[in-house]
């Protein structure tokens, strides 16, 4: 049984949590939010990178023996400063789903929703240059997607007129395909997808990032499909918000 410790800046990193059990149902997790000191979007990547450090020496003090970063801006900001410190751990990003969107565009046009962290990060940055001279590439800040999650509200008008501000723009550039660059928007998905109409792709990096799990596990000999399953959350602010979040996956 391998221990799989997750973390995000809240409950978002669940999305990921959800398809990560589908691929390896049988081990322990043990789920960290750092709610207290969410969102990370538009915070600086030392600040982001304390406070990976510091979740990271408690998720191997519980004993993980991966780690998956679930969260898009805290890969941006931290994950090469994890991976020099903490050379033995293996560590798992997440990255915006810009290929298979830019492999399936009809319309030639591509919309990525991700934090300002995300967005302006090295990494983003250079997978945008691989593609950018075949597609379009159109972003927006999902603003205010990350508190509506946080705070429960995943549908009905005011989740709607959040949603449609940020994504209006990108429809309006012609995309046909969303790219979901942050773990918390895939909870408002159904919302996207209403507001985006039949004609638009959307697309949620988490079952890539759980078959990448599997194979660095594999390749690590670290032994899976023991059992028991169990998991366990923490959280460093309060304990409704990813209570709430978890009863849905
Ligand atoms: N879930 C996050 C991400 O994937 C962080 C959102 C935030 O805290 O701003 O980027």
Do not use: W
């Amino acid at each position: 049984m391998a221990t799989i410790g997750i973390f995000d800046s809240g409950s978002g990193g669940l999305s990921v949590y959800r398809e990560l059990v589908k691929v390896l149902p049988k081990e322990r997790y043990v789920y960290f939010s750092d709610n207290a000191h969410c969102p990370y979007g538009e915070k600086t990547a030392e600040y982001i990178q304390d406070r990976a450090r510091a979740i990271t020496d408690i998720l191997l003090g519980m004993g993980a023996d991966i780690i998956v970063v679930a969260c898009n801006t805290a890969t941006a900001a931290a994950i090469a400063t994890l991976r020099t410190e903490y050379p033995e751990v293996p560590f798992i990003g997440m990255e915006p789903a810009v290929k298979p969107a830019a492999l399936g565009t009809k319309s030639g046009v591509i919309g990525v929703l991700a934090t300002a962290g995300t967005l302006k990060g090295s990494k983003y940055l250079k997978t945008r240059g691989l593609y950018e001279d075949d597609v379009k590439i159109v972003e927006h800040v999902g603003q205010g997607f990350v508190e509506l999650v946080e705070g429960g509200i995943l549908d009905g008008p005011k989740a709607e007129s959040v949603v449609r501000a940020s994504l209006q723009p990108l429809l309006d550039a012609g995309a046909d395909t969303i790219v979901l660059g942050c773990t918390h928007y895939p909870f408002l998905r159904p919302v996207i997808e209403k507001l985006a109409g039949p004609g638009v792709k959307v697309i949620d990096p988490a079952p890539a990032v759980a078959r990448q799990t599997v194979r660095v596990l594999q390749e690590r000999g670290i032994e899976t499909g023991q059992g028991p399953f169990s998991v366990d959350l923490y959280f460093s602010g309060e304990p409704e918000s990813l209570r709430r979040i978890f009863a849905l996956v």
